[in-house]
C-alpha cells in the first residue's frame, strides 16, 4: 500500500516536469525546443545569448510558468487543509474570506490608482486581515460548536467585502479602472514578473511546509476534537496554525493572482481519487496536481487567443464538468460520519 | 390635429399644475434621432442633460450654457481648460454603460428638458432611452457616435437644441480635421505606416483590441493596431508582455504617465521595436483624452496630433497652432504656451 502511494507520487511528480518543459515551449514568441535548451546551458555557462530570447525566457515565461507552479500548489494546498480540516467537501481556500478580503483591498489600490507593488501589499494585508477579524468574530461568538460558527463568520464577512467591491465598481471611471477590477477579480498572472514570483515564494513555501510538517496531526483532527485529545494534540492550537499557514499561503496568491476559483476545490478531490483519503499521504499529490493542473490552464490562457483569458474563467470551465464527474465516480467517500 | 391639441392642452395644463417655477416642455415638434427613435422635442431647450461621459464632451462643445451636471465632477488639473460657468456643476452621475449612479429622482430634481446620448447604438441603448423616457417624461435623444458620423451628429444635435450657427461651425471644423488627416495618410504607403500598441493601465497591459471604440483612432489615423482581439470583436482586453514581443510594434501610445515614464527600465518591455527606438507616445488627456477617455470629440485631437507624430514628413501646419484652435472653437478656452507645453511636449517621444 505504502509503495502503490509512493509510485503514484513519483508518478505525478513525473507529470509535474513535463508539464513544465511543455510549458516552457509554448507561447505566442515561437522559440525552437532546441533554442530553449542551448540559451538556458548558455545562460548557466556564462556565454552570451540572444537578447530577446533571453528576455521571452528568463523574464517572461519562465517566471509565469513558475509563478503557475506556486499559485496552483499553494490553493490546493490550502483548500485540501481546509476541507480535511473541516470535515467538508465544498470548502475552499477562501471559505473563510481571504480572497475577497483581498480582493477588496486590490479593489481599492486600483481604485487609487496606486503602483501594482502596492496593490498586492494592501490586497495581501486587507486578506489576512479579513481572516483575522472572521477568526475575532467566532471566539467572541464561541458556541458549541467552533467550526459552524467560524465558516458562518466567513460567509458573512466575505459577503459584505464583496459588497464593498461592488461599491468600488460603481465609483470606478468605467475606462480606465473597471476593466482593470473586472480583469483582476477574475484572476490572471499575465503581468507576473520575477520580483513577484521571488517575493511570494518564500511566504508559500513557509505556508505549505507548516501543512506538511502539521499533515499528522490534520489528519488525526479530521476524525473529530475528542480523537486528536485522546491522542494527546490540541486540536484548537493545531486548528489556529493550520488556519494561519492557509490563509497565509491563499493570501500571498490572491494578492499577486487575482481571484481564482475552481483549484482549490477541487484539485483535493482529484488527490483524494487517486491516492485515497488520508492526508499525509494526499498532501504531496495535491501539492502537485495543484501545480500541473495551473500550469496546464496558464499555458492555455497565454496560448488560446491572441489576448489573455482570465483564469478564473478557464478553471470555471474546466473545474466545474471535472468536478460533477468527480463526484459520480467518488459517491460514498464523503458520506456523513 | 386632434392629437396636437391634447398635446397642447396637457401641457399647458401641467404649466398650470406645475406652478410657475417650472415651465413644462410642450412638445413643439417631433425630431428623429439616430436610431431612428420619434422623439418629442420641447419649444425651447435650456437644460440638457448628458447621459454619459461622451455626451458631456459633445454637450460642452457644442452649447455648455445647457449643461445641468457632470457625469464624472472635473478634476483640479482639468478645470483650467474647461469653461468658468461650467466648470463648478455637480456631479450628477451617469444613466448609460457600466452600472447606472443616477437616482431617477435626481435627474427629476435637476429638471432637464432634454437628455442626450452619443455612442454605441444598440438595442440595449435604445431600449434604455425608451424606458427612462417613459419613467420620466423626458424626451431621450441618441447620437451616433461612431468616428465617421461625428459631424452629422455634431449637426443633428444642433437642430434639436436650436445652437444650428455654432453646430455648422464645429461640424465643419471636424470635417476639415478628417480630411487633412486623410490627405496625409493617403500620401504614406501603406507599408510605411506604423504598427501600434496601445498601453493602457499602469503596467500597458490592457489594450483596446483592433475594432473597439477604445482604439478606433488608431486606424482611422492609417496605422495597424497590432492586437487582435477574439473573434473580431474589438473590446479592452489584457495581453501579455511575451505576446507583445511576438507583434513587436513599433509604436506604443499609452494614457498612463508613470507606464510612459517606466517602461524604458522595464526590462521586460526592453525586446520591443517601439522602446528601442523610443517611440513610445503619452496621450495628452486635458481636459479630455485625445484617445479615447471618453470616446468624444475631444478624439479629434487626437487624429490630428498622431497624424503628426506618425507622419511628420506628409503633416502639413503647425501642430501647436492646430491645438490651439481647437481648444479655441471646442473648449472655448485660451492655451498659453506654457499650456500647450504641459498637453502636448510631454508626450513627445522618449528621448
Redesign the interface.
Known amino acids: 500500500m505504502n509503495t502503490r502511494a509512493g509510485l503514484v507520487t513519483s508518478g505525478l511528480a513525473a507529470i509535474f516536469l513535463l508539464t513544465v518543459l511543455v510549458a516552457a515551449t509554448i507561447?505566442?514568441?515561437?522559440i525552437p525546443p532546441l533554442d530553449i535548451v542551448t540559451a538556458i546551458l548558455g545562460r548557466l555557462a556564462g556565454s552570451p545569448v540572444d537578447?530577446?530570447l533571453d528576455?521571452?525566457l528568463m523574464?517572461?515565461?519562465l517566471p509565469?510558468v513558475a509563478a503557475a507552479a506556486l499559485v496552483g500548489a499553494a490553493l490546493a494546498g490550502a483548500g485540501a487543509a481546509y476541507q480535511t480540516l473541516f470535515r467538508n467537501p465544498l470548502v475552499s481556500p477562501d471559505i473563510l474570506g481571504v480572497s475577497t478580503g483581498a480582493g477588496l483591498g486590490a479593489v481599492f489600490g486600483i481604485l487609487l490608482?496606486l503602483?501594482?507593488m502596492a496593490i498586492q501589499l494592501l490586497g495581501f494585508v486587507t486578506g489576512l486581515a479579513t481572516v483575522s477579524i472572521v477568526a475575532f468574530l467566532a471566539r467572541i461568538l464561541r458556541s458549541q460548536n467552533d467550526i459552524f460558527v467560524l465558516v458562518l463568520s466567513g460567509i458573512v464577512v466575505g459577503s459584505l467585502a464583496s459588497a464593498a467591491i461592488s461599491l468600488i465598481?460603481?465609483?470606478a471611471?468605467?475606462?480606465?479602472q473597471?476593466?482593470?477590477i473586472t480583469?483582476w477579480l477574475l484572476g490572471?498572472i499575465?503581468?507576473i514578473?520575477l520580483v513577484d514570483v521571488a517575493a511570494i515564494a518564500p511566504l508559500i513555501a513557509l505556508g505549505l511546509a507548516i501543512l506538511v510538517a502539521f499533515r499528522w496531526h490534520i489528519g488525526v483532527l479530521s476524525l473529530g476534537d475528542d480523537e486528536a485529545r485522546a491522542l494527546g494534540i490540541d486540536a484548537a492550537r493545531v486548528r489556529l496554525v493550520i488556519i494561519v499557514a492557509a490563509t497565509l499561503v491563499t493570501a500571498s496568491v490572491v494578492a499577486v493572482s487575482g481571484v481564482i476559483g475552481w483549484v482549490g476545490l477541487m484539485v483535493p478531490h482529484m488527490a483524494r481519487m487517486i491516492v485515497g483519503e488520508r492526508f499525509d499521504r494526499m498532501l504531496p499529490a495535491t501539492l502537485l496536481l495543484g501545480a500541473s493542473f495551473m500550469i496546464i490552464v496558464d499555458t492555455l490562457a497565454?496560448s488560446m487567443?491572441?489576448?489573455?483569458v482570465?483564469l478564473g474563467v478557464l478553471t470555471a470551465v474546466v473545474g466545474a464538468p471535472t468536478f460533477v464527474w468527480l463526484l459520480a465516480r467518488s459517491r460514498g467517500v464523503w458520506v456523513r460520519r | 390635429m386632434r392629437v396636437s391639441r391634447l398635446v397642447r392642452l396637457a401641457g399647458l395644463l401641467a404649466t398650470l399644475w406645475l406652478g410657475l417655477g417650472n415651465p413644462c416642455p410642450a412638445a413643439a415638434r417631433i425630431a428623429t434621432d439616430s436610431a431612428g427613435r420619434q422623439v418629442d422635442i420641447p419649444d425651447t431647450v435650456t437644460r440638457v442633460f448628458a447621459a454619459g461621459?461622451p455626451a458631456s464632451v459633445l454637450l460642452y462643445a457644442l452649447a455648455p450654457e445647457m449643461m445641468i451636471g457632470w457625469v464624472?465632477a472635473p478634476r483640479d488639473a482639468e478645470k483650467p481648460f474647461l469653461l468658468k460657468s461650467v466648470r463648478d456643476l455637480p456631479e450628477l452621475g451617469?444613466l448609460t454603460?457600466?452600472?447606472d449612479?443616477l437616482n431617477l429622482e435626481t435627474l427629476l430634481a435637476s429638471k432637464p428638458d432634454l437628455i442626450i446620448d452619443f455612442g454605441t447604438l444598440n438595442d440595449t441603448y435604445i431600449s434604455l432611452a425608451d424606458r427612462v423616457q417613459a419613467q420620466t417624461g423626458i424626451p431621450y435623444f441618441l447620437l451616433d457616435g461612431r468616428f465617421g458620423a461625428t459631424a452629422t451628429a455634431v449637426r443633428l444635435l444642433g437642430e434639436v437644441l436650436g445652437t444650428r450657427e455654432r453646430a455648422g461651425q464645429l461640424a465643419k471644423a471636424i470635417e476639415v480635421i478628417l480630411a487633412d488627416a486623410d490627405r496625409v495618410i493617403a500620401a504614406v504607403p501603406a507599408s510605411s505606416r506604423p504598427r501600434v500598441y496601445l498601453a493602457?493601465?499602469?503596467?500597458g497591459?490592457?489594450?483596446g483590441?483592433r475594432g473597439s471604440i477604445?482604439s478606433e483612432i488608431i486606424e482611422r489615423v492609417g496605422a495597424t493596431n497590432v492586437?487582435?482581439?477574439?473573434m473580431r470583436n474589438g473590446a479592452?482586453?489584457?495581453?501579455?508582455?511575451?505576446?507583445i514581443?511576438?507583434w513587436a510594434p513599433d509604436t506604443l501610445i499609452t494614457?498612463d504617465r508613470?507606464f510612459h515614464a517606466d517602461v524604458r527600465n522595464k526590462?521586460?518591455w526592453?525586446?520591443i521595436p517601439a522602446v528601442t527606438s523610443g517611440r513610445v507616445y503619452l496621450s495628452p488627456s486635458l481636459p479630455f483624452g485625445f484617445i479615447?477617455?471618453?470616446p468624444s470629440l475631444n478624439r479629434l485631437l487626437g487624429v490630428m496630433w498622431l497624424t503628426h507624430v506618425f507622419y511628420p514628413e506628409q503633416a502639413q501646419g503647425n501642430l501647436r497652432d492646430k491645438v490651439r484652435d481647437f481648444y479655441a472653437l471646442f473648449y472655448q478656452v485660451p492655451v498659453s504656451d506654457a499650456d500647450l507645453d504641459l498637453i502636448i511636449n510631454r508626450a513627445g517621444g522618449l528621448k
Do not use: C, H, W
Open positions: 507561447g505566442p514568441y515561437q537578447a530577446t528576455t521571452v523574464q517572461i515565461r509565469r490608482g503602483p501594482v465598481k460603481i465609483l471611471d468605467p475606462y480606465q473597471l476593466p482593470a480583469f490572471s499575465a503581468g514578473k497565454r487567443a491572441k489576448i489573455e482570465p | 461621459p464624472k451617469r454603460g457600466r452600472g449612479t493602457r493601465g499602469s503596467e497591459l490592457e489594450t483590441t477604445n492586437a487582435e482581439g477574439l479592452i482586453a489584457t495581453a501579455s508582455t511575451e505576446q514581443i511576438a494614457m508613470n526590462p521586460t526592453g525586446p479615447d477617455t471618453p
